[in-house]
């Protein structure tokens, strides 16, 4: 595509990358860490999970829990895979100030 | 340690997405469409799986009643810890014509559970919920109501209009609490 769009397609880009810092990120390994922004909490009861092409999905996890087991009290983490090295990520995030949950789904490369 | 380069991201709750270093909080909305805004008429509940119900619930038999949808899951801790709210709420108003329905929307697919109905089962009974869930396993009363976060609220009157829609966790006799209360009463008393 050419011509006056693809300035606007652009400028579209350039602003959600300027303005959309995720509120978790994924650190290599290994093991495959997932790191929470300030204030996020990263949902314990619903373990975040990597999707990889053909179907494997692996999750993460950590020993410490919150004491209702609701949220992570230390980053959850995954053995990477050995033969692909990227896939998507699907985290549950919870932001106390706020009061809700929401789903995170982010395509990765490692 | 490096760090992994991130090529898309999808949130649902486009706050987060839009909140800039330094800048103020956006205002979070729960993206009402012109159908689903207050003062329109509620979309009509097409779920086929229900708990708690001897056959599944339809906005339509309940004119004359108020009804307050609650979209959870129960893997959300902030869903949960609303939950000991909203049996109260059925225990002080149904029998004055308040029908409490639960929308249970999974945030996983299928390999998580949510979508289980026993686990949806076992959830109801350790939360101590008697009233109707109804299982929005593809997602399509979540999506005819423009939700995006959990837990949310859609609150209708008894001529099947929504009055009042709000989102996020409350606890018994907060200021949230009384809110939804007030807002209970006010719409039996219409």
């Known amino acids: 595509m050419t011509g006056p769009w693809t300035w606007v397609l652009a400028a579209l880009g350039a602003a959600a990358c300027v303005a959309t810092p995720p509120p978790v990120r994924l650190v290599a390994g290994p093991p495959l860490t997932l790191a929470a922004a300030p204030g996020v909490r990263i949902n314990a009861r619903l373990k975040p999970a990597l999707e990889l092409e053909g179907g494997t999905v692996l999750r993460f996890d950590s020993p410490h829990v919150t004491p209702d087991s609701a949220y992570f009290a230390a980053p959850p983490t995954v053995m990477p895979p050995t033969k692909t090295r990227r896939g998507t990520l699907r985290v549950s995030v919870c932001l106390p100030r706020e009061r809700i949950c929401r789903l995170v789904a982010m395509s990765v490369a490692w | ?190």
């Open chain 2, 1 to 190: 340690m490096r760090i992994i380069v991130t090529t898309v991201v999808v949130l649902s709750g486009l706050a987060v997405a839009t909140r800039g270093p330094g800048r103020p909080a956006a205002p979070l909305a729960p993206r009402p469409s012109a159908s689903t805004a207050p003062g329109g008429p509620a979309p009509e509940l097409t779920n086929a799986s229900w708990l708690n119900a001897e056959r599944p619930l339809r906005l339509a038999a309940l004119r004359g009643r108020v009804v307050l949808l609650n979209f959870w899951v129960f893997t959300c801790g902030n869903c949960t810890r609303t939950v000991p709210s909203l049996v109260a709420y059925d225990r002080a108003y149904r029998d004055r014509g308040l029908t409490l329905i639960g929308i249970h929307t999974p945030e996983f697919p299928p390999y998580a559970g949510e979508h289980d109905k026993g686990n949806l089962a076992r959830a109801l009974a350790r939360q101590g919920i008697t009233y109707p869930n109804a299982q929005d396993n593809d997602r399509r009363t979540w999506d005819a109501y423009g939700i995006r976060y959990w837990p949310s609220f859609v609150l209708i009157d008894r001529r099947g209009t929504i009055r009042y829609t709000g989102y996020g966790e409350f606890h018994q006799d907060d200021a949230e609490f009384r809110i939804w209360d007030s807002r209970i009463q006010q719409l039996l008393g219409e």
